[in-house]
């Protein structure tokens, strides 16, 4: 059974830094496209950014230049790293699997991320 | 960036009810479309992808249908279990955006 698990969410300040992670279980983070999604309170879904198979990304231009995907291929865990925090940012944070041109057939739990002063 | 449409963006309807959700596209998607459910503090689950095809397990009061810019879901008979709020994607092309979602609430 494929999980996905997300962690390191929390309060932070507006220009802070955090680090999400995605630990996968039951699938290889290498042998798929891993997508982050996020969700502001109250509203709808969001698509943030993609990692291929083969290493490349792609970002939304709302977090481009401030949010970088990565993997850990020994740890099985996919990363999203976030800087220079705004408050619009402030968001569940979700991992998901895609299959590619067809969805995103697994997801996490989802992390809050609450950025305010 | 491709745009999506949802409509209506909340419904009430009554348990047998068939209920039809639509998804319109900026511009033309070929059948990169698929369909999530989504219930309170729950994340999404994937219901349907290419437009049509239902996933391994999902019930069959579920279907989907459109191509090119127009989408739609039906629910053929509302179950208790299906009052949520349905969310569309596109995957033809990077980001992968959704639509704005649609409420389906008990009358």
């Known amino acids: 059974e494929v999980q996905l698990v997300e962690s390191g969410g929390g309060l932070i300040q507006p220009g802070g830094s955090l680090r999400l992670s995605c630990a996968v279980s039951?699938?290889?983070?290498?042998?798929?496209?891993m997508t982050w999604v996020r969700q502001a309170p109250g509203k709808g879904l969001e698509w943030v950014s993609v990692?291929?198979?083969?290493?490349?990304?792609y970002y939304a231009d709302s977090v481009k230049g401030r949010f970088t995907i990565s993997r850990d291929i020994s740890k099985n865990t996919v990363y999203l790293q976030m800087n220079n925090l705004r408050a619009d940012d402030t968001a569940v944070y979700y991992c998901?699997?895609?299959?590619?041109?067809?969805?995103?057939?697994?997801w996490g739990q989802g992390t809050l991320v609450t950025v305010s002063s | 960036d491709i745009q999506l449409t949802q409509s209506p963006s909340f419904l009430s309807a009554s348990v047998g009810d068939r209920v039809t959700i639509t998804c319109r596209a900026s511009q033309g998607i070929s059948s990169y479309l698929a369909w999530y459910q989504q219930k309170p503090g729950k994340a999404p689950k994937f219901l349907i992808y290419g437009a049509s095809t239902l996933r391994s397990g999902v019930p069959s009061r579920f279907s989907g249908s459109g191509s090119g810019t127009e989408f739609t879901l039906t629910i053929s008979s509302l179950q208790p279990e299906d009052f949520a709020t349905y969310f569309c994607?596109?995957?033809?092309?990077?980001?992968?955006?959704f639509g704005g979602g649609t409420k389906v609430e008990i009358k």
């Open positions: 994607q596109q995957l033809d092309s990077y980001p992968g955006t």
């Open positions: 998901a699997r895609e299959v590619v041109a067809s969805g995103l057939d697994y």
């Open positions: 039951g699938s290889n983070v290498n042998s798929n496209y």
């Open positions: 990692l291929y198979r083969a290493g490349g990304t």
